[in-house]
Nanobody, 127 residues
């Protein structure tokens, strides 16, 4: 089992920035991918960004089309805290952001394939 704890959400003005963090514990050696998905009120959960790791510890980022160029996902060490740096935020980015992990090879952009989820952290973009 993998446990996830998110932090860093809050209220920000349009055009502003926030950084989210996700820390994993438990069977972290089983993690293939770790990233972020979000859910806005009345909408389905959608993919934001994910890092995958290969057997050598090298990572590859993947981004949803709606955040490409504005958000950056990173991790200093494989499966250590994963960060989501969000810039140029707009009201459409308002949502609960969830950290999630994959412990098997799967299509990372599909929200339904993730094996473990954090509790979520609220991000509100408003003036």
């Amino acid at each position: 089992q993998v446990q996830l704890i998110e932090s860093g959400g809050g209220l920000v003005q349009p055009g502003g920035s926030l950084r989210l963090s996700c820390a994993a514990s438990g069977r972290t050696e089983s993690i293939y991918a770790m990233g972020w998905l979000r859910q806005a009120p009345g909408k389905e959960r959608e993919f934001v960004a994910t890092l995958t790791w290969d057997s050598g510890g090298d990572s590859t980022p993947y981004y949803g089309d709606h955040v490409q160029g504005r958000f950056t996902i990173s991790s200093n060490n494989p499966r250590k805290p994963v960060y989501l740096q969000m810039s140029s935020l707009n009201p459409e980015d308002t949502a609960v952001y969830y950290c999630a992990v994959l412990t098997h090879f799967a299509l990372v952009i599909s929200p339904t394939v993730y094996d473990a989820w954090g509790q979520g952290t609220q991000v509100t973009v408003s003036s």
